[in-house]
């Protein structure tokens, strides 16, 4: 097999694999009826007594600054985030991170809530369900009360208090970490003379859509781990149909492409978890086995929330401290989590050695040349001596042109005695395939690619080459439609691409000879809108490639002449 034709098909299979992932991957639209379908028979087959939570459907939009001034505040900060808890409800409604900015260069912080009068209403409730009509309990219009100090942060929990006509009194002990967790002890005190029951539970609730990525190698949406069994479904089919499931263990929340919203109930309590959708999207836990509070009698239980930057080692670190099992999956790592998290690991390691993220990927573009060194090197040499062996061939060809059987045997026997192997060109390609997928998949779905640059105009890693061939790359003061933005880079991928076709044989065919010299063009239009570091991969791969390929062109020789 000609080098040119293992070129192209390793970047353009590669380029594909995005596309047949989904294909023999993800489930059929029959397999996820079938598999939505066995959930909700074990969910029901398991349903324990606890109630329903009600949904407050209200559907009044204000601005956020309105609706933060509707209700008295408690602030809270630490080193990575800031905002604040409602009164109202004792929601936490308002939080935006310090470290990370909407836009690159930008001013304004990441927000991730928002309170449930905004149109992008995205919030967390926690409290306390019973199925006794003749119980008050707190709900979202509840007013609580402030005792002691008024402002949370890692040194300093507060203390909420609300108190029903039953003489029963809620108390919400809330703290804070210096990263992403929050806990909140509640505890409730029963001064009546009677015996209640009441279920603990928490929910993460959200107005709309958010404006998500919609790319199928990324979830976006409401996910949970039950009992070692990751689950993830999209809004669209919450819409469709509820999820429900009883566990033992495990957590709920809601994902986005680079932050977590998500739920840990109490260890070693049982619980179900529910994401449905009317009006709102919620994805929530209650307990299954009632907290029973005699005459007198005080019970208390404990949530943690967790409202996150996927920061790989921040997540792995709680996963780790908390015992929370698969919480590094609200990264979505995907099914070949065995290269994307080796992938990751490298990554870091030469992004801490190098200061530059594109530093990184040229430094682990150097080791998996590497390691993929021995198969190339047999490619090569092969080729090499293909590229060589194109007179002899094409002599074969002419001499027994009317005998297709003897051209077949003749080359059979050329091989033979130069010890040639046409199919070991073919070696590296599987390889390059997953490995090109899995620094893609990477550079997509982590923190660590987004806003980094690498040098000069290449401002961002995790985004397309910014610049076009067609303004002369911001000469001309226009900017072309998404489609003609091919920069500089694409383009040098397609030139290193151009030079790898020249050093190799070219197809004895002249017709795909011909198609053949367009394949570095087709390829830079394709690859254009990928990731700038993706294609940073792709060069310096491609510049490797050619010089170990032409110190093996050196070095090799035929007996044929």
């Known amino acids: 097999m000609e080098n040119p034709k293992n070129i192209i098909a390793a970047i353009s299979l590669s380029a594909a694999v995005i596309i047949l992932y989904s294909l023999f991957f993800a489930p059929t639209p029959q397999e996820r009826k079938q598999i939505q379908s066995e959930k909700n028979k074990t969910s029901q087959n398991t349903s324990g007594d606890a109630p329903s939570l009600d949904q407050n459907n209200e559907t009044i939009k204000i601005s956020r600054e309105e609706a933060m001034n509707e209700s008295k505040r408690i602030l809270f900060e630490n080193e990575n985030i800031k905002g604040s808890i409602s009164l109202t409800g004792s929601k936490i409604d308002d939080l935006e991170f310090k470290k990370f900015k909407e836009e690159l260069n930008g001013d304004k912080n990441v927000i991730l809530l928002n309170p449930s009068k905004v149109k992008s209403g995205y919030y967390v409730e926690t409290g306390w369900a019973t199925t006794s009509k003749n119980i008050d309990t707190p709900n979202s219009k509840s007013i609580w009360e402030i005792k002691g100090n008024n402002r949370l942060t890692p040194n300093t929990p507060i203390k909420l208090v609300w108190l029903n006509d039953q003489n029963i ?51 976006e949406g409401p996910l949970g781990v039950f009992d070692s069994e990751l689950v993830e479904e999209d809004y669209d089919d919450i819409q469709e149909k509820p999820f429900s499931v009883n566990a033992d263990k495990g957590f709920v929340g809601i994902t986005d492409k680079f932050w977590i919203t998500s739920l840990i109930p109490q260890e070693n309590r049982k619980f179900r978890a529910d994401f449905d959708y009317k009006n709102k999207f919620r994805t929530n836990f209650i307990e299954t086995n009632a907290t029973e509070i005699g005459a007198n009698e005080t019970k208390s239980n404990e949530i943690k929330i967790l409202l996150a930057a996927k920061e790989v080692r921040v997540i792995d670190e709680y996963a780790k401290n908390l015992n929370i099992e698969k919480l590094d999956l609200v990264i979505d790592w995907g099914y070949l989590y065995f290269l994307t998290r080796p992938m990751w690991f490298a990554l870091d390691y030469f992004y801490k050695l190098l200061g530059n993220y594109g530093l990184a990927i040229i430094a682990v573009t150097v080791c998996i040349r590497v390691a993929l060194f021995p198969l190339a090197q047999l490619s090569f040499k092969s080729m090499s001596r293909m590229k060589l062996l194109q007179p002899e061939m094409q002599r074969i060809k002419e001499a027994n042109k009317d005998d297709k059987k003897k051209v077949q045997m003749e080359m059979m026997n050329l091989y033979r005695r130069e010890k040639v192997n046409p199919l070991s060109g073919c070696l590296p390609i599987l390889p390059m395939i997953f490995i090109f997928f899995a620094l893609y998949k990477v550079l997509f779905v982590t923190l660590d690619g987004r806003h980094k640059p690498f040098y000069g105009y290449l401002v961002d890693l995790s985004e397309r080459d910014p610049t076009s061939m067609f303004n002369l790359f911001g000469l001309i003061n226009w900017t072309p439609p998404d489609f003609l933005l091919i920069g500089a880079l694409p383009l040098f991928f397609g030139f290193t691409m151009w030079l790898q076709q020249k050093m190799n044989p070219a197809p004895p065919d002249p017709v795909q000879a011909k198609i053949f010299m367009f394949f570095p063009i087709f390829l830079t239009v394709i690859l254009a809108p990928f990731p700038s570091g993706l294609l940073l991969y792709w060069v310096t791969n491609n510049i490797l490639q050619m010089i170990q390929q032409y110190i093996v062109m050196r070095q090799t020789k035929i007996k044929t002449v």
């Open 169 to 219: 009194k809620f108390e919400k002990e809330i703290s804070i970490d210096n990263q992403y967790l929050f806990t909140v002890k509640q505890k409730i005190t029963n001064n009546s003379e009677k015996k209640y029951s009441f279920y603990p539970y928490g929910q993460i609730i959200r107005n709309e859509i958010p404006k998500i990525t919609n790319f199928f190698i990324l979830h």
